[in-house]
């Protein structure tokens, strides 16, 4: 199979970072790659790795918010000028496809400049994604739950945000995306994670880790972890250490390899 391994570009949250990046992640199963999130400043975190262009398969958009895609149409920029030239599937929230078709379209960022060809795919509830020998399997989150209560009379859309089943081999990994309560995770946890990649920004850590605690996980890397608890790391990492019962874990920084 080959190297297994997680490139953090950016593991801030939701609010203006001074010290980190945006949300996203690169997966490395061998000669397959898929990228998470396309969070700001990833156009110059890639060009920094030294990484080709060429090395990922797919891109996958958990929801819509702009810590998440925000660095999404300077990335599709290098990707015309660095002259990828592997085909390339975008996943995403069908409500996002047309807006970002058109605001391609207005950035002047036109098909026919681009040596690869790339589509867009809505992410479909429970439907794998198949790559090689990578299955990513989609589950709802309830991230939006709020933001669909409060504007889906005056914004009529599906407010999808998801979370992910990656499975390789015998290899079960689980990718948190934005969740809006720890139980989101209960559909990864069914059966034993080799590795939990987990936001710590729309809950307390300590409701997390007492949902953690004694599940069948090898390894957490914490993402997307809010200010506050950033900011008093040392606190956090402590009651990790203590809550979450010995499963062994670590919190991710910006433009760190870590090995899955």
């Not at 975190?45 to 030294?50: D, I, T, V």
């Not at 929230?93 to 040596?115: N, R, T, V, Y």
């Not at 479909?124 to 994604?129: A, E, G, S, Y």
């Not at 504007?151 to 290899?171: D, M, N, S």
């Amino acid at each position: 199979m080959g190297k297994l391994s997680l490139k953090c570009f950016g593991v801030g949250d939701g609010w203006p970072c001074a010290d980190r990046n945006h949300s996203s992640f690169l997966y490395r199963f061998g000669k397959t790659a898929i990228l998470f999130d396309c969070g700001e400043p990833l156009s110059r975190a890639y060009k920094a790795s030294g990484l080709d262009y060429n090395a990922f398969d797919r891109i996958i958009l958990s929801h819509l918010h702009a810590d998440h895609i925000g660095g999404f149409f300077m990335f599709m920029q290098g990707l015309w000028l660095e002259q990828r030239t592997k085909p390339l599937l975008i996943h995403l929230p069908s409500d996002g496809i047309k807006p970002i078709q058109s605001l391609l379209q207005a950035g002047m960022l036109f098909p026919e400049l681009f040596k690869c060809k790339f589509r867009f795919e809505p992410l479909k509830l429970q439907k794998p994604i198949i790559t090689s020998t990578v299955r990513v399997t989609p589950f709802r989150t309830s991230h939006l739950d709020q933001f669909r209560l409060a504007f889906h009379k005056r914004y009529p859309q599906k407010f999808q945000a998801f979370c992910f089943l990656i499975e390789t081999g015998r290899r079960r990994m689980g990718h948190s995306g934005d969740i809006g309560r720890p139980e989101d995770l209960e559909p990864l946890l069914q059966k034993p994670l080799d590795v939990l990649v987990c936001e710590l920004a729309h809950f307390s850590p300590e409701a997390l880790f007492r949902y953690l605690k004694g599940r069948a996980i090898r390894q957490i890397i914490f993402i997307h972890v809010a200010r506050p608890f950033w900011t008093n790391l040392r606190h956090t990492r402590q009651l990790a250490a203590r809550m979450l019962g010995g499963i062994p874990f670590t919190f991710a920084r910006d433009n760190e390899e870590l090995p899955l």
